[in-house]
């Protein structure tokens, strides 16, 4: 978040980025956080993941493993990204402007919370589901543990070799941006 929080202006608009819900930001650390809080929360799931394409349960660490638990935490991740932006909202909008913003009030910050909720959502399922394609699992069978890299004694669990982590982070970060982008219009 803190990467985030300087006030920038935009080059349609006169508001400020973050109080101008069409931009792409809010959803995008909203997406980035939920995966991260899905899996470094959803690891710790008392059940075992199942990959989000095929339902069959794989190790824990698995890309494109699926728990209640990571997908709950997610969601969570994509809420607290929403409040957070409404806080900072809230707090750096002078009073006497607040109808110069019409991002700032209750239902609306209620609205733009619930799109947070829904982009970590969004963006949690979009990684899993690239994760379990196009980037490789696998179960190193001398250490037991799952690692990113085709190899000697690594058993093949999911996805195919195409992206990196870091790829899939970006491009799920693109496509739950451009998935969200139409619920704004509804906001």
């Given at each position: 978040v803190a990467s985030g929080l300087p006030r920038v202006r935009s080059a349609r608009s006169s508001l400020p980025l973050f109080s101008h819900p069409s931009l792409p930001e809010r959803r995008h650390y909203a997406c980035c956080t939920a995966d991260t809080w899905s899996s470094?929360?959803?690891?710790?799931?008392?059940?075992?993941?199942?990959?989000?394409?095929?339902?069959?349960?794989?190790?824990?660490?698995?890309?494109?493993?699926?728990?209640?638990?990571?997908?709950?935490?997610?969601?969570a991740g994509?809420?607290?990204i929403g409040a957070a932006f409404c806080i900072f909202d809230?707090?750096?909008?002078?009073?006497?402007?607040?109808?110069?913003?019409?991002?700032?009030?209750?239902?609306a910050q209620l609205q733009l919370i619930a799109v947070g909720g829904f982009?970590?959502?969004?963006?949690?399922?979009?990684d899993s589901l690239l994760g379990a394609t196009l980037q490789f699992s696998g179960l190193n069978q001398r250490l037991n543990k799952i690692v990113n890299q085709?190899?000697?004694?690594?058993?093949h669990v999911s996805g195919r070799n195409v992206l990196s982590n870091c790829q899939v982070n970006?491009?799920?970060?693109?496509?739950?941006?451009?998935?969200?982008?139409?619920?704004?219009?509804?906001?």
């Open positions: 470094e929360l959803g690891i710790l799931s008392p059940s075992h993941p199942i990959l989000i394409t095929t339902w069959r349960h794989v190790p824990p660490g698995t890309n494109g493993g699926v728990s209640p638990l990571g997908t709950a935490a997610g969601f994509g809420l607290f809230w707090v750096t909008c002078p009073t006497h402007l607040t109808a110069e913003y019409p991002y700032i009030g209750t239902q982009a970590g959502l969004a963006g949690t399922l979009v085709p190899g000697e004694d690594v058993k970006f491009i799920s970060s693109f496509i739950t941006c451009m998935l969200t982008a139409s619920l704004f219009a509804c906001v």
